[in-house]
């Protein structure tokens, strides 16, 4: 289908004027923007319950245009300046291409794609029934290719048209189609009667085979599907092969544990790993569920879990129940950015995180002479509730208002904040929680303690340090340390920050506080003086 004339001249006229979101790199903090801007674009549409949907597919084409753009741009490095183009298979090739972005991420390639003008753009224009534009390298256009059925789904429309004055790249415009049409449909409820002809046909289709147990564990029926999937054949050899790969943990927990204790023998989600009868000593994971029946012969469920072999492999066996105890145990102890952005790489294909660069606003909050207050009232109140009280106000302020705690550091607090506005906000509402505590702490006769806050904002690389046994996913940088400085010299109970970051936010409508005077400071480990000013709540 062809792009209306009007839209295409349309499109060409304002294509300057359009805020574009330029990309090089997928460890680039622009998907805020993004979903800033699609929301906006579905609103319009009037389509806006599909933002999550949409997000994904732009995340989607993003992804795999920025993967084929690099793909393509190492190759012609390593054709050019290594002159390997007639030596070196596709084979070969994409274990050096997947060696550098694993150890470099992808920011050599990235640089040298910005140097060259190569990159993807995305834009919104409000024109007709148009959600986006996509514009990248033509060699790039089939990365499209793979999120057409998603495409189709969302019942939207994806066209690509060239670029008459850049015949080297082209754009593709995401339309509305039919999309609204879907929205208005309710669900319906599943009779009874249907629900054994829909299951017959997931167990048909899906990885599912089933297994029966005595009650010694001994295997009575096995499907013969399972021995296909670890490469067996149907036969008497086959199964005690299958049989001797189960571990002896799985009959500890399952044969002789869930399916004994638990109420009419039933357990779900019970992960255990096979071994392949592959000359290499690959192995399966399958997930187990069952019951035992009047019988006590113990029927279970098996699916295949169908992971790349280095996901899979990290997978521990054991019950999901378990598993999912141990992660409400152990989840406060990662930061919430970490988890935010694991999540990130996995919607874009990714297993490792990889370093990011981006301007940020840093916050230090610190809790002033807590050392001195610890040694005088260690045997008079619980030290660690009282920091746990201050620190939960501070959390929820940061939570409230889009932050990112990086670390605790005894009674000091680092927090990340991408919009530098939110971090003021932030640093007054913490400021008011601790007048509020000291107000109850002077009434049962007990000290205060002040919070100081400092604040910077610049360019800052985000990234693993530590070993493979320990590591931190955290900022670091020039701007790091001066947050951290400009918080030591900040006034008990007052808000300090930089000029760079009262630059970045006072051209917008600041609600809710107001700047002292600048004035300059020597910071620790620093030559040159820095200018500051403190910022107070209006009421």
């Known amino acids: 289908m062809r792009i ?8 060409s006229k304002i294509s300057d004027l359009e805020p574009k979101i330029v990309v090089t790199s997928l460890e680039q903090n622009v998907w805020s923007d993004i979903k800033n801007n699609a929301a906006l674009s579905l609103e319009r549409l009037k389509i806006g319950s599909l933002l999550e949907p949409t997000l994904f597919l732009l995340q989607q084409l993003i992804a795999n245009s920025i993967n084929v753009l690099h793909y393509n741009v190492f190759k012609q ?9 007639d030596v070196m298979n596709d084979a070969d090739f994409k274990d050096i291409f997947n060696s550098e972005i694993n150890e470099h991420g992808d920011k050599n390639i990235a640089k040298y794609c910005t140097q060259n003008n190569l990159h993807v753009i995305l834009s919104f224009p409000q024109i007709d029934d148009v959600i986006a534009t996509i514009s990248a390298p033509s060699f790039c256009g089939s990365a499209i290719q793979s999120s057409r059925k998603l495409i189709e789904t969302l019942g939207y429309r994806f066209e690509i048209q060239k670029i008459s004055n850049h015949p080297d790249f082209y754009t593709g415009l995401l339309f509305k189609h039919y999309a609204d049409i879907n929205l208005v449909k309710p669900p319906e409820l599943l009779p009874l009667q249907d629900e054994k002809a829909y299951f017959n046909n997931i167990f048909s289709t899906l990885s599912y085979g089933i297994i029966c147990f005595n009650n010694l564990g001994i295997i009575q029926t096995l499907s013969s599907s399972l021995l296909e999937q670890i490469n067996l054949e149907a036969s008497d050899a086959s199964i005690e092969f299958f049989s001797k790969s189960i571990p002896e943990r799985f009959y500890n927990d399952v044969i002789w ?11 779900e989600n019970y992960r255990v790993r096979i071994k392949t009868n592959n000359k290499d000593g690959s192995s399966v994971l399958f997930n187990v569920s069952g019951f035992r029946d009047q019988h006590s012969v113990i029927q279970t469920l098996w699916q295949k879990i169908s992971l790349d072999g280095k996901s899979s492999s990290s997978l521990s066996e054991g019950s999901l129940l378990h598993e999912a105890r141990i992660h409400n145990i152990t989840r406060n102890y990662v930061p919430q950015l970490v988890e935010q952005k694991a999540r990130e790489v996995v919607r874009l294909g990714g297993n490792l995180l990889g370093n990011e660069e981006c301007d940020i606003a840093i916050l230090f909050c610190d ?4 050392t001195p207050y610890v040694e005088k009232n260690e045997n008079e109140e619980s030290i660690i509730h009282t920091l746990n009280s201050i620190l939960r106000r501070i959390s929820t302020s940061v939570k409230k208002h889009g932050g990112f705690i990086d670390k605790f550091m005894g009674d ?5 904040f991408r919009e530098p506005h939110n971090a003021v906000i932030a640093a007054l509402e913490m400021q008011n929680h601790s007048a509020d505590i000291n107000v109850l702490r002077e009434r049962s006769n007990l000290d205060r303690l002040l919070l100081r806050i ?3 904002w610049g360019k800052v690389v985000i990234g693993n340090v530590g070993t493979p046994e320990r590591l931190d996913w955290t900022a670091i940088g020039d701007v790091v340390n001066t947050a951290a400085r400009i918080e ?25 506080f107001k700047y002292g005077e600048t004035f300059s400071v020597t910071l620790k480990g620093k030559t040159r003086e820095l200018e500051v000013c403190y910022v107070y709540s209006v009421d």
Do not use: Y
């Open 257 to 267: 544990g869930f399916a004994l204790e638990e109420p009419h023998g039933k357990f």
């Open 454 to 456: 400092g604040i910077h």
């Open 488 to 512: 030591k010299t900040c006034r008990p109970e007052c808000v300090l920050i930089s000029q760079s970051m009262r630059e970045v936010i006072e051209p917008q409508h600041n609600k809710g």
């Open 367 to 370: 809790i002033v002479g807590f």
């Open 4 to 11: 209306p004339e009007n839209i295409t001249m349309r499109l």
């Open 77 to 85: 490095i390593i054709q050019n300046d290594f002159g390997l183009e």
């Open 412 to 416: 000091c607090i680092m927090v990340l």
